[in-house]
């Protein structure tokens, strides 16, 4: 079983819309996790952040984490061409090491 | 905010050069980076763990004899690819652990290094 996991995609979703993209990980440890997007042949860019259960605003993009069944989410509203991308979920283990999932494709459609 | 500088962008060698990359970060002093590989179509893989002045830790895996890393200052890494061969090619990329805009500690990538080894 991977540490975390992310539907690969591609997730299309139609101009405007919400986005909702999921991310699962197996150590009940984790105390922080992160959002990054990385466009095709670039390196990955942090969206957010959240370390407390709940859900985390900024922009367009909430993120939503759930310790007890550890999940962490991410929605973006509103979305936007520009925002078709690949969007890694990554869970902070120990000394800042970062276990990454295996992303998933954003298609956001005209 | 942080900011990791990583450079070459891209480089071009023949199979059995070397090549060195080099990570710097440019306004915060970072004892941890990290290096990671990404193949196409495909998620990124830690490498190792540099910590300045002292050896890398390796991920399972990985030859630490072909490649190489350094992280002699607390703003700088490099990892060189030694005898480089057509199944290096890949997209390699460099973090580091510095003081977000929010006070938080989160990694920042550099831009990453595209290698192509003819």
């Known amino acids: 079983q991977k540490e975390v996991e992310q539907n690969s995609g591609p997730l299309s979703v139609p101009e405007g819309a919400i986005a909702s993209l999921n991310c699962t990980y197996s150590d009940r440890g984790s105390q922080s996790f992160f959002w990054y997007r990385q466009y095709s042949g670039k390196s990955p860019e942090l969206i957010m952040f959240?370390?407390?259960?709940g859900d985390k605003e900024d922009g367009r993009f909430t993120a939503q984490l759930n310790k007890a069944s550890q999940y962490v989410s991410l929605l973006i509203r509103d979305s936007q061409p520009s925002d078709s991308a690949t969007y890694l979920c990554a869970v902070n283990n120990a000394g800042n090491m970062l276990t990454f999932g295996g992303g998933t494709r954003l298609m956001v459609k005209p | 905010g942080a900011v990791v500088s990583q450079h070459p962008s891209r480089v071009i060698c023949k199979s059995g050069t070397s090549v060195k990359i080099e990570c710097r970060s440019l306004?915060?002093?970072?004892?941890?980076m990290f290096w990671y590989r990404q193949f196409p179509k495909q998620s990124l893989m830690l490498m190792a763990t540099s910590n300045e002045g002292s050896k890398a830790t390796y991920e399972q895996g990985v030859e630490k004899d072909k490649f190489l890393i350094n992280h002699a200052s607390l703003t700088l890494s490099t990892l060189t690819v030694t005898s480089a061969h057509p199944e290096d090619s890949s997209f390699y990329i460099c973090?580091?652990?510095?003081?977000?805009?929010?006070?938080?500690?989160?990694?920042?990538f550099g831009a990453g290094s595209r290698l192509t080894v003819l």
């Open positions: 973090s580091a652990s510095g003081e977000g805009a929010t006070g938080a500690n989160v990694l920042t």
């Open positions: 959240i370390y407390s259960n």
């Open positions: 306004d915060f002093q970072a004892t941890t």
